[in-house]
């Protein structure tokens, strides 16, 4: 059961694509994860892989895309799951301000309560309260680092509405937004903390990009060893690294089957 104290945590990550093959090929080689071979069954009935660490955690999950689940607009990417004690609630105001449920709330044994919504500006994204495991009832998740790699490092929100979006997350998990900067087009690229903790950034989304989304940024140990990876693995390098705050290296890409993410690491070059 969520604590008030875990409300608008960062819990777990999903990637949704119709090849896990292929994305435990991938993401292995990119990230240093091993993509769990064998899944089982979701909520939905698609199959379901765990992502492991190297160190013996969990980085998330990965869920196969049926040709159903395509033809009912479903796409390759990744999602966050964030923690609310009442995802029944929770999902109800977003609806209630115009966003959207897509998988309505569901009990799953052993995991928690979870539900699949979209904001009212389109950015998809789960709610879940999840169930402890047996005999650790004061577990907390892991899969966000801020610092370290293989761990979800940093998430952007972008949006169509800043003030508007702040305001409703803010409601739904009592985040804030603390300091901006510039982006150089007129943008503003605004902080979001979840009580001490900076975790993400919030912005409004290009009229000809990608479109209101959630963005991840997965940590790797070297930023030039994993964009090499990207492109001798099929995916696609969307631009170049930028240097961001203690010293790594940002990228954004794409993998081959369609899923964006991002990178973020030191760069070891010599």
């Given at each position: ?54 160190d013996g955690g969990f980085a998330g999950g990965v869920l196969e895309l049926t040709g159903e689940m395509i033809e009912q607009g479903a796409s390759p990417a990744w999602l966050p799951y964030i923690c609310i004690a009442d995802v029944d609630g929770a999902a109800g105001e977003l609806v209630a301000a115009g966003g ?171």
């Open positions: 059961m969520a604590a008030e104290q875990d409300r608008g945590a960062f819990i777990w990550y999903e990637l949704m694509t119709p090849d896990a093959a292929a994305a435990k090929q991938f993401y292995d080689a990119v990230v240093g994860w091993n993509l769990q071979q064998h899944g089982g069954a979701s909520a939905t009935g698609a199959q379901y892989y765990m992502i492991g660490r190297s959207a449920t897509h998988l309505a709330p569901t009990d799953m044994a052993g995991v928690g309560r979870i539900a699949m919504v979209s904001d009212p500006w389109g950015a998809v994204f789960y709610l879940m309260n999840p169930t402890p495991p047996p005999g650790n009832p004061d577990a907390k998740s892991d899969v966000f680092s801020p610092t370290d790699a293989q761990h979800v490092r940093w998430h952007d929100l972008w949006t169509e509405d800043q003030p508007a979006a702040a305001a409703l997350y803010g409601e739904l998990f009592g985040w804030k937004v603390e300091g901006a900067v510039p982006m150089g087009d007129g943008r503003e690229y605004q902080f979001l903390h979840n009580g001490a903790g900076m975790f993400g950034g919030l912005g409004t989304a290009l009229a000809d990009g990608p479109g209101p989304r959630w963005a991840l940024y997965i940590g790797v140990d070297d930023i030039d060893r994993a964009m090499g990876a990207v492109e001798a693995g099929g995916g696609t390098l969307l631009g170049s690294p930028n240097p961001v705050p203690g010293g790594d290296f940002a990228v954004h890409a794409q993998d081959p089957q369609g899923a964006r993410f991002g990178l973020v690491g030191p760069r070891k070059e010599s």
